[in-house]
C-alpha cells in the first residue's frame, strides 16, 4: 500500500491535471488507510501540495467524510507552517541584530510545504550561536552526536515552536568536509518572500547541491518532495548548469549530482511522460541503472548502498586526496567508523542517536 501512496502523492505533486487515478486511490481509502496517508504524505514533505490539489479535485460526487477529511488535514498542516514561520522570523531577525545573517537551507525548499525540522547554516562562531539560541531565544540546546560534533552542527528546542532547529555553523557535509561550499550558501544567497515573510535563501545551484548531500552522500533514500523541487527549479530555468557543475567538480561531488538529476529526472518521466530538459554534460552516458534499482522501504523511495553510496564516497574522498584536500579527507575517512557505530548502537538500542 505504501508503493500506491507514493505514486499517488508523486502524481498529485507532479502533474496534478493528469491525476484521477490518484484522485480515485485517496477517495477509495478507509479511515485508517486515510492516517497512513497523511503520514506518508508529511514524511514526503508535501501534504499541503497535495491536498490542495485534492481539494480542487473533489466535486459534487466526492462524499462529505473525503471532502471534511481533505479540509481537516489541509488547515492543520497550514497553521502548523504559520506558526513555524513566524518562529523563524523571529530566529532570523536575532542573527540579523547580531550582524550574522542566516541562510535557510532545505527547508523552505519544500514551499508550500515545510521540513520536519528549521534547517540553517551560519558563519557565526559556534559559542555565539548557542548564546543567541539560549540567552536570547530561551531555547534548550539539545545534546550533539558524534556525527553533529564532526559535522559542527546543533539542535535547538525553541519554546512554542514544536519543530527541532538544527543550525550548521561554518561546515557543511555529513562530516564537515565541506569549508569553501559551505561559503557559497552565504556569498550567493538572496532573500525570498513567503506570504508575509521574507527569509534568505541559497541560490538554486546551492540547493541542488544540498540536496545532493543529503540524498546522494548521507540518506539514500529520496522524498517526493525532492523530486517535486528539483523538477519546478528545472522547468522554472532557474538552474545555471555551468554554476552547478563548476561548484561539484570543486567540491569533488560532481558524479552525486549527475546521479541525483537523473534520478529525478527518471522519476519525472514516469509521472508526464517526459524527462527533465537537463544538459547533455548531466544525461550523457546515462543508463538509469541507479533508478531502476530503486525500492520502496519505510516511508521513501530507497536506492542501494552497496554499490552505489559506496562507489560515491570512495569517489569523493579519492578526488578529495588528489586536490591535497588533506584536512577535509580526514574527516570523510571518520565516515565508515561512524556509520558502522551508528548501526551497531541501533541493533543494540534501536536508535542511533547518540551516534548519528
Known amino acids: 500500500m505504501t508503493e500506491k501512496h507514493l505514486d499517488a502523492l508523486t502524481a498529485l505533486t507532479l502533474a496534478p491535471e493528469r491525476s484521477p487515478d490518484a484522485f480515485t486511490h485517496v477517495g477509495g481509502l478507509s479511515p485508517q488507510q486515510r492516517s497512513t ?11 499541503v501540495r497535495v491536498f490542495r490539489t485534492l481539494r480542487s479535485l ?71 550561536v548557542r548564546e543567541l539560541f539560549t540567552a536570547k ?37 555529513q562530516t564537515g568536509e565541506h ?27 546551492e540547493r541542488i547541491l544540498a540536496a545532493t548531500l543529503q540524498r546522494m552522500y548521507r540518506h539514500l533514500f529520496f522524498r517526493v518532495a525532492d523530486i517535486a523541487n528539483t523538477a519546478r527549479m528545472v522547468d522554472a530555468g532557474e538552474v545555471d548548469f555551468a554554476e552547478l557543475e563548476s561548484a561539484a567538480r570543486e567540491s569533488h561531488v560532481w558524479r552525486g549530482v549527475r546521479e541525483y538529476l537523473n534520478i529525478i529526472s527518471d522519476r519525472v ?52 586526496v588528489l586536490d591535497g584536500e588533506f584536512s577535509s579527507a580526514f574527516r570523510l575517512g571518520l565516515l565508515p567508523p561512524l556509520a558502522a557505530a551508528a548501526m551497531v548502537a541501533y541493533k543494540v538500542t534501536g536508535s542511533n542517536q547518540g551516534v548519528w
Request: glycine residues 6%; without cysteine.
Open 179 to 205: 569549508i569553501r561550499l559551505a561559503e557559497r550558501f552565504i556569498s550567493r544567497s538572496h532573500d525570498v518572500a513567503f506570504g508575509d515573510h521574507t527569509f534568505r535563501l541559497p541560490a538554486p545551484e
Open 269 to 320: 518521466a514516469l509521472v508526464r511522460g517526459i524527462a527533465l530538459k537537463l544538459p547533455t554534460s548531466i544525461r550523457a552516458d546515462w543508463g538509469k541503472e541507479h533508478s531502476a534499482s530503486m525500492f520502496v522501504e519505510g516511508r521513501f523511495l530507497r536506492l542501494p548502498v552497496v554499490p552505489l553510496g559506496a562507489s560515491l564516497y570512495a569517489d569523493q574522498l579519492r578526488s578529495t
Open 37 to 47: 496517508f497523511v503520514a506518508v504524505a508529511n514524511s514526503n514533505h508535501v501534504v
Open 137 to 173: 531565544l530561551r531555547a534548550r540546546v539539545k545534546p550533539q552526536s558524534w556525527g553533529d560534533r564532526l559535522a559542527q552542527k546543533w539542535n535547538f528546542t525553541v519554546p512554542g515552536l514544536p519543530k527541532d532547529v538544527e543550525v550548521h555553523v561554518g561546515r557543511l557535509g
Open 58 to 128: 473533489a466535486g459534487r460526487s466526492t462524499p462529505y467524510e473525503v471532502t471534511d477529511w481533505i479540509r481537516n488535514v489541509l488547515a492543520t498542516a497550514e497553521a502548523e507552517i504559520d506558526v513555524a514561520l513566524k518562529h523563524l522570523d523571529a530566529i532570523a531577525a536575532s542573527f540579523e541584530d547580531a550582524g550574522s545573517p542566516v541562510v535557510v537551507l532545505k527547508s523552505l525548499d519544500h514551499w508550500p510545504d515545510i521540513g520536519n525540522d528549521l534547517d540553517l547554516y551560519t558563519s557565526m562562531p559556534e559559542e555565539a
